[in-house]
């Protein structure tokens, strides 16, 4: 009930507030950061670059995102080198002065985040490596609060008609996750101290924030293909020394499961994003209902 | 006590703005270009044996917040001879409104689909011969150009550009702006797995007209002097393009798995002054086209398929004589390739080439080639 009377209240100053203007039309790389901003503007039009089946790092500068990219009003990304195959040839080719960088209306969250393993020194044997850190923030789930912040201030100077609803959302979205974020972590107590194997350091920030360890990756460095070579060195893991072997939606499931056939470890697949119509915290939702389901199972009476 | 200062000292690092050392002014980056090939492909920069093909030295940074800047070298040997080249010096706007920008100084001309992409983004070892025929395998010159993007659904490029045209120039008294462009580009999704790209370009060339034959002596070899040629082989007055290329990858991730498929097709006119028309093999218009195909399996192998026809012509005067003596020759070219990619930055690379030549001799051209990166590894075109 408390939930429908602010929705009302929202609307209506809303609608008090707002000029008859045209919504924002906003681009983002990835579809985590769609949920992020539709929760902020519901109003807007935001269209997602890839989709949870695409890995980021390999999308076409195809002409239907230069058109898209022609007409945003802003542009949100995750940036730390994450697109740099592709983001960069859209901003020169769509000729629109608001996606260029360090505008106030070019967005990268990894520009907020405190980011894990950034590099002095980088060098390109060490795999597709970035110096800035890890660039797959969208489960930074304590820095969210601040991206919120960002993502708010930065809505309510490129559209200030409609500033006091960006502020309101972003009041509504940070309380919420404040919530979520205190369930999450009781209900993904039983998760601390777990060990995986996993793919291309995907989920290095969720981990961190459960307090998981990966131990592994079947990747032989980040960004290059499972080799035979590698994953034979994966089999003399002492099978004690990790609970489960976890991928992504979007990666090739053979690796996964031919060492899950090597060690008899479960195989878990997680979603590397939200997925059409999911909110943010819907897609953490999942992803603990995914490891708890197969990493906490009540414990064998032992006898 | 001590693990509490490393804490600190590592999330003090974590904090501190670590972009400072990569966002540094300007981006290098080096392309590696060797192969080995036991013969020589018409028109081509390549020659056979042990070489040195494509080596580029780039350096782009944003030169403020209204202009990005470019400077593309690169070293060619041919022989003993090392020729450094300036491919690329240019400046372009980044917040003119309305999606206009502006670029000037030396840079690929937007002519057609393939010319503007650095050529090592290439799937084979060479262009095709229809390029390296018409535009002498890549066309770039000094001068300004002017692209709009439209604020529409479906993308629409127009671009005009205006060039010195010095490499195309089949006259002596070459007007200061010989080229004139204008491109339009279209393209879109067909779905999330397929994406498509349709160009129309013309390119008006003042001083394209040949309107003077030189004498040629047949006793002498006069080949190595245009063996590494950077001009167009034949030029004309007007040059129109149609491309079209079309990409697949399941679900658009093109990681694992994709296609391209790619042509174009140029038709050169008004290639010889008024006064030789009715010689015999003068030549009316001219042709070139290719068709390529290219399949990525896994995300370190890849094969392709290209096939590549050009018309051109030779023409010479005989010692004493007025009368030109023109030969109209054609040039088509099969090629396979197999690429293995180490990574995204390096890729070895083998091609065959069936070539088929004016007198209809046939050729076999086998290539082995490494294209390699390190530094910054600029996003390529689609």
């Known amino acids: 009930m408390r939930f429908k009377n602010s929705t009302l209240f929202v609307t209506v100053s809303a609608v008090m507030l707002s000029a008859p203007a045209l919504a924002l039309n906003i681009f983002v790389c990835e579809p985590e950061w769609k949920a992020l901003l539709a929760a902020h503007a519901p109003k807007a039009t935001i269209y997602s670059a890839t989709t949870a089946l695409q890995d980021p790092h390999y999308v076409q500068a195809r002409p239907s995102l230069i058109a898209k990219m022609r007409q945003a009003d802003m542009a949100m990304c995750s940036g730390a080198e994450l697109e740099v195959g592709w983001l960069p040839m859209l901003q020169a080719r769509s000729s629109n002065p608001a996606v260029q960088n360090n505008k106030q209306s070019m967005l990268y969250a990894s520009e907020i985040v405190s980011m894990l393993d950034t590099h002095h020194h980088v060098d390109r044997s060490m795999g597709d490596i970035h ?18 912040r960002v993502v708010s201030k930065r809505l309510e100077s490129i559209d200030p008609a409609n500033a006091f609803s960006y502020l309101v959302n972003g009041v509504k979205f940070r309380e919420h996750w404040r919530q979520k974020l205190v369930e999450w972590e009781q209900r993904a107590e039983p998760l601390r101290g777990i060990q995986v194997v996993s793919y291309h350091e995907t989920y290095r920030y969720l981990f961190d924030w459960l307090g998981m360890e990966q131990i592994a990756d079947l990747e032989p460095k980040p960004g290059i293909s499972p080799t035979t070579a590698h994953l034979q060195s994966l089999t003399r893991l002492d099978p004690a020394s990790f609970d489960a072997i976890i991928y992504s939606s979007h990666q090739n499931k053979r690796a996964a499961n031919w060492l899950h056939q090597q060690t008899d470890k479960p195989v878990i697949q997680l979603p590397l994003t939200v997925s059409k119509g999911q909110t943010l ?19 064998p009476v032992k006898g | 006590m001590k693990k509490k200062l490393v804490s600190l000292a590592i999330s003090s690092i974590l904090v501190s703005p670590a972009f400072a050392n990569t966002l540094s002014n300007p981006q290098i ?31 782009s940074a944003n030169i403020d917040d209204k202009f990005h800047g470019v400077l593309t070298t690169v070293l060619e040997t041919h022989g003993d001879e090392t020729e450094l080249l300036l491919e690329e010096a240019f400046i372009q706007t980044l917040t003119m409104p309305y999606g206009f920008n502006i670029r000037g100084g030396r840079f690929l001309s937007d002519f057609g689909y393939m010319n503007n992409q650095h050529m090592h983004s290439d799937s084979f070892v060479e262009r095709p011969v229809a390029y390296r025929t018409f535009l002498g395998s890549h066309y770039y010159d000094d001068g300004l150009r002017a692209n709009l993007v439209l604020p529409t659904d479906m993308y629409v490029k127009l671009g005009v550009e205006a060039l010195s045209g010095s490499k195309m120039s089949a006259v002596d008294d070459a007007t200061a702006v010989g080229v004139y462009t204008t491109t339009l580009k279209i393209g879109d999704d067909f779905s999330e797995s397929s994406s498509w790209q349709f160009g129309l370009s013309y390119l008006r060339n003042e001083n394209g007209k040949v309107n003077n034959f030189e004498e040629h002596d047949h006793s002498t070899d006069g080949h190595d002097e245009h063996d590494h040629s950077h001009a167009s082989a034949v030029t004309g007055s ?71 026809d050009a018309e051109s012509y030779e023409g010479h005067v005989h010692h004493g004589s007025t009368q030109p003596h023109l030969t109209s020759l054609n040039d088509s070219e099969i090629d396979a390739m197999v690429a293995w990619d180490s990574s995204h930055f390096g890729t070895v690379r083998a091609q065959y080439t069936r070539v088929e030549n004016q007198d209809k001799a046939t050729d076999n051209v086998f290539t082995l080639q490494y294209v390699m990166t390190f530094g910054a590894h600029g996003a390529h075109a689609f």
């Open chain 1, 281 to 299: 915290d819907e897609l953490y939702d999942q992803i603990l209902d995914d490891l708890l389901r197969v990493l906490a199972q009540p414990q």
């Open chain 2, 29 to 59: 980056g080096v392309v590696l270009d060797g192969y080995y090939q036991n013969g020589e492909r018409n028109n081509s920069e390549r020659s056979e044996g042990f070489g040195l093909g494509h080596t580029e030295i780039s350096m």
């Open chain 2, 238 to 308: 007007n040059l129109y393009g149609a491309d079209f290329v079309w990409k697949w990858a399941p679900n658009g991730n093109y990681k694992y798995s994709n296609f391209t498929l790619s042509a174009e097709y140029m038709l050169l006119d008004d290639i010889v002054d008024s006064k030789f028309k009715g010689e015999k093999n003068a030549p009316d218009t001219l042709a070139a086209y290719y068709v390529s195909g290219v399949y990525r399996f896994t995300p370190s192998w890849s094969a392709g398929l290209r096939y590549s």
């Open chain 1, 131 to 148: 110096a800035y850190g890890n660039p797959h923030v969208q489960f930074a789930a304590n820095d969210m609060i601040r991206i919120s």
